[in-house]
C-alpha cells in the first residue's frame, strides 16, 4: 500500500474486493514476501554501521541495541535521525525509536509519536498507546478491547491472576519485557566479531588502492588488540559500507591463527584481486570494518635456537601464509592435501582435504609408514602409478588367454606391445558402497611395453563368472 | 656476507683510477673479480642429483633457486617426465621444506590426476606436498611465482601444456625462484622448443627398464635429454629412478644378465642367478 493509496481511505487488511468497489481504477500488485524479506536484510545489514548487534524482526522491523554505541552519532536522538534520514534518502518510509527495552520501543515506534523515551520512562510513554502495542495476537486485542481494556494504561495496574487466567501468560510476559521487569535480549543476526577495528570517511573513498590502504591500516590496530589478548585471527572479515547503503562483506579464512597486520593485508588484496568486479564502489565507501569472526589462541612463537632438523616456526607461518593466500584468491577448496584413505579402491585411496583445515600434528605419521598404508604391496618397483585418470580410459587389448595379462593394446590411436606385464592384482569393489550391485571385480596389471611405456591396466569384469566380454581399462601411468 | 665489505673498498679504488690502469689497480681489478665470481658461486646454492656425469655437466648439480624445464620427447612420455619431475622434487625436499604442485584443471583429463599413493611410494611424503587447482594457466604462473617467493616451498612444479609462459613470465618465475631459493620447476605435457628463461631444459623419454632377477619388472628407466644449458654442456644420459634409496641411478645400456649363468645347472638360469 503507497501513499498514494493510503489518501484514498484504504486501509490494510481491507478485502480487495471492497477497495475495488471503492476505486474501480486500483492497480494491484501481489506481495512480494521474499523480496521484502530480502530489503529487509538488506537494510539490517545496511544498520551495520549503528551497531553490530543488529536483530531481525520480521517481518517490518529491525531491533538495534545501541548500548555504547549512541555517543559515537552524537547522542541517541541524533543516530536516530540519522538513521530515518538515511533510510528516507533511500526512499524508505520508516520510524524509529529509542527506549530502554525492547518491548517498548517496539510499541512506541508503532503506536507512539515520541522518538525518545527517557530512561525509567516505559510506563508513562506507553500508558496512551493501544494495547496492540504490546507486540499481541490480534485475537487477545480484541478480546481485550470487548472487555473495555482498550489502553496499555488500562492494563498495567489490574491484578495480575486474572489477566493472566483469561487472556493467557503471553500478555504478562509482553507487559513485562514492555516495562523492562523481565528481560529480553536482541539475538544478533551475524555472529559478534570479538575483535573490530572501523574507520570512517568524511568524504567516500573508491580506489581499490585506497581502500587497500585503509584496510592495512585498520589491520595494524586489530593485530595489536589481538596480541594483547594473545589470540590470531582464523576468520577475517572487510565490511565496505557505501554511500549509498550497500554493504560488500568479504571473508577470508586462515590455515593458523595469524595478527600479523602485513599479511592480514597482503590476504584481502589477493581476495579483492579476484572479486574485485564484484563490489562496485559506486559513489565510494564512507565506512570500512574490519573484524575477526573467528579467533584462536595463538602464543608467541619463540624464534628457534638452531636448526633443528625441524621447519623453524618462521618457515612455517611462511607456508600457511602461502597456503592462506592461495585460498584467498582461489578458495580454500583449491589448496589440498593429499590424505589416505582406508579404502582399497584405487580412486578412493587418497582424498585431497583443504590444507587449511588439516592440522599439522593430527595424525601425522612416519614417512615410510604412509607408503605402506597407501599400498598394501611390497614390490621392487611402485606398484602404484603416479598419474591416474579420472575415468579410466577404455583400451582394445588383447590377451593370448582370456583371464591373462594384455599382449598388446591400443591407447589413444597407438599401439603398445607389452613388454612384460605383471599380475594380476585382483580388486573387488566394496559391497557396500555399490547400490547397484553391477560392479565388476577388476584385474590389475602393471604392464611395459616395449618402448619403455608402463601403463596400469586393469580388466573389468572375471571372464566366464561376472561377464562374458572382459573390457580393459588404462587406469594410470608410472613414473 | 663477508664478500661484501672488502668489495666496497675496491669499488672505490678502481673508481680512482679511469684512463690508463696501473699496475696496482690490475690487482685490485682482478681481486675484486674473484670476489664477484666467489659471490656469485656462493650464491647459487646446487642440488647434487647422485650422478657424477651429470652433476659435472650442470656445474656441480641442479641450481636451485632458479627455474627448469621439463617437458616430455613425445606425449606418450607424460607419465615418465612427471617422474623425473617428482624425483627432483624429492631430491629438493630432502632437507626440508614443502613441494607446492600447481595444475591448471583441464590438464587433469589429459594427463591424468597426481595419484597420492604412487608419489608416496616414489619417496614424495603427502604431508609435504600442497596441491593447487587453478582454473587457467595464467593463474597458474601467478600461483608460481608466489609460491616461489616462499622461503618454506622447497620445489614448485607447476603443469602447463605446451607454448604457454612465454619469456616475460618464466623471466619473472626465474627472479622469483631467485629470492626464495627454492627448485622452480615447470612440467610440460607437450614438447616445447620456446625460448625461455629457464636454467635448463630436460626432454624425458621412457626408456625400456631392467628386468628384475626373475624376468619382471625392475627399476623405471629414462632417457634424459638436457637440451638446454645456460652453464654448460648439453647431454643425454640414461637413469633409474631408486624409490628405495631415493636416488638417481645409473641405468644399464642395455638389460643383460649381469653375471653367466653356472656352467653345469641348465634348467632355470635365471632363479640361479637370483639365489
Redesign the interface.
Known sequence: MNDAAQRLGLRLGMPLADARAMHPALAVAASETAADRRLLDAVADWCDRYTPLVGLDAPDGLMLDITGCAHLFGGESAMGRDLLARLTAEGLHARAAVADTAGCAWGVARYGDASLVPPQQMRAALAPLPAAALRLAPETVEALAEVGLKRVGDLVDLPRAPLAARFGEILLRRLDQALGLEDEPITPRLPLPSYVAEQRFPDPIGLERDVLATIARLAERLGAAMERRQDGARLLQVALFRTDNKVYRIEVGTGAPLREPSRIARLFADRLATIGDACDPGFGYDMVRLAALVTERSEPAQAALAHT???APD??A??W???D??GA??GPR???????QDTHI?EF??A?VP?ARTTEDGG??T?DA??SV??PLSS???????????RPEPVEAIAEVPDGPPARFRW?R?LHEV??A?GPERIAMEWWRDDTGQALTRDYF?V?S??????WLYREGLFGRETAQPRWFLH???? | MSAAKPSAAHLSAVGLSTAEPSAGSRETLNALRRVVAGASRSGEARLGLGVASLDRALGGGLAKGALHEIGPAAPRDGGAATGFAIALAVLALREGRQAIWIRPDFIAAEAGELYGPGLALMGLSLQRLVVLEVPRVRDGLWAMEEALQCRAAGAVVTELMGEDADLTATRRLALAAGAGGGLGLILRHRPCRAANAAMTRWEVASAAGERDGFGGLGLPAFTISLVKNRHGPTGQWRLSWDHHERAFVTAPALSLPVAATAFDRSSRPQLARAG
Open positions: 632438523g625441524h621447519a618457515e612455517d611462511e607456508l601464509h602461502l597456503i593466500r592461495l584468491r582461489f583449491r589448496v589440498t592435501r593429499l590424505v589416505p584405487p585411496a587418497v585431497a590444507a601425522r605419521t614417512e604412509d607408503a597407501l599400498c621392487v618397483v611402485c606398484a602404484r602409478p603416479i598419474r591416474l585418470f579420472e589413444r597407438v613388454a612384460i605383471e602393471r611395459e616395449r618402448d619403455g611405456l608402463r601403463a594410470g601411468l608410472f613414473g
